[in-house]
Nanobody, 114 residues
């Protein structure tokens, strides 16, 4: 199973960015997916999660600004981030859960300048 994240970069506060994560080696549509992030010196934290059925969950800090979505035919999960803040600066990781085991992507770095 491989998860390949992309789309990170340097962006000014208030702007938008979309992260993508291409998944291979597993039947994508029947697994929960998610995005996590880890800021410098911090712990990895959940940003957004989507179940197989489309139910979503977001960290309080990103509610109303970030949107997780999935394209099952393309085996891809997205994280659309609006109104970015400097505190959103982190390495973002996509994840896929299979029977309690979590697969991770390699991370894509997002830096938000003030």
């Amino acid at each position: 199973v491989q998860l390949q994240a992309s789309g990170g970069g340097l962006v000014q506060a208030g702007r938008s960015l979309r992260l993508s994560c291409a998944v291979s080696g597993i039947i994508f549509s029947i697994h929960d997916i998610g995005w996590y992030r880890q800021a410098p010196g911090g712990q990895r934290e959940l940003v957004a999660h989507m179940s197989t059925f489309g139910d979503t969950k977001y960290a309080d800090s990103v509610k109303g600004r970030f949107t997780i979505s999935r394209d099952n035919p393309k085996n891809t999960v997205y994280l659309h981030m609006d109104s970015l803040k400097p505190e959103d600066t982190a390495v973002y990781y996509c994840s896929l859960t299979n029977r309690g085991y979590v697969y991770w992507g390699q991370g894509t770095e997002v830096t938000v300048s003030s």
